[in-house]
């Protein structure tokens, strides 16, 4: 359908709204007016500390910019503060924005965290109101004890990128993570299916992926791409109704879990803050005036505070 017919918006002709709310199917899509509550005014004396404490934990020699993108777009998406934490190496530069509070921890041989550098990173956690983990963190399985840890904290965790191939590689399937975020896309739903022995479902559709993933980890599952699904376990799922191609280049991916972390900091639900990270995500993308070629992951986060400003005045 979506192929077809372009963007989906919702608009009023006259149905009353007893009848939409007895109708199932129009509770599966997350549309605009779903997203324009949780933009509300903030209080005139709140300060810094009151509006999230964000932790990413991602990056390598090989990809540098990966956790940037998060950080950054979790700072314009409203986090109070932003914490990076990054392995040390001489090879790359994060260039994040001056306001990312960005600390270097040990790195291994191969320019990504090292054991040592974990008590550190646990020690950073504590401190954070929500968590990112896995931005061009590579597959560095001694990561895997951490990532687990850190779903056990019961503080908000987005885990994306390689902290998802990392589960996948730890061929378990005993994974609990009731207060997480997984946010793949199909290449990494793939692996994640094969590594958790649900291979099975490769066949099937993104809606019985999503589902049963969710059911078997306990996490809210985001599956990106065409109409984004966000499922929890033992709900219906819900559709995004936002977005276009210009979403369909490198590095979106971490936009969108620094996003996710940000509203995640802030106190809105989990399966909100997806719902709402994922739609204000595609909104930034339709809006871009740079056309769906020429518009990259940088510029994408400049587009963030018009993105939620088309949804809320308060924004």
Known sequence: GPVCCGRIRCVDIGIPDKYVEEAESARSCFLQKDARPFINRRSPDSHKGQNGRVLIIGGSSTYPGAPVLAANAAMTAGAGLVYLLTPESKAPQYNCLNSVIHNAVDSNSEGAFSLISHSLLKEKAKVADSIVVGPGMTICMNMLELIIGLAESEKPLVI??????????????????????????????????????????????????????????????????????????????????????????????DVLSGIIGALASQGIDLPDSAKLGVFIHGLAGEISDAGTRATTADYLIELLPKAMKRISPFA
Do not use: W, Y
């Open 160 to 253: 994306d990128a390689d902290g998802l191939n990392i589960l996948a590689n730890s061929g378990s399937k005993s994974f609990n993570f009731k207060n997480t975020i997984m946010t793949p896309h199909p290449g990494e739903m793939k692996r994640l299916l094969l590594g958790l022995q649900m291979d099975g479902l490769i066949k099937f559709s993104r809606e019985k992926q999503a589902s049963a993933l969710a059911d078997a980890t306990g996490a809210i599952v985001v599956l990106k791409g065409l109409q984004t699904i966000v499922a929890e376990p033992g709900e219906p799922i819900s559709f995004n109704t936002s977005g276009c191609p210009a979403l369909a280049t490198a590095g979106t991916g």
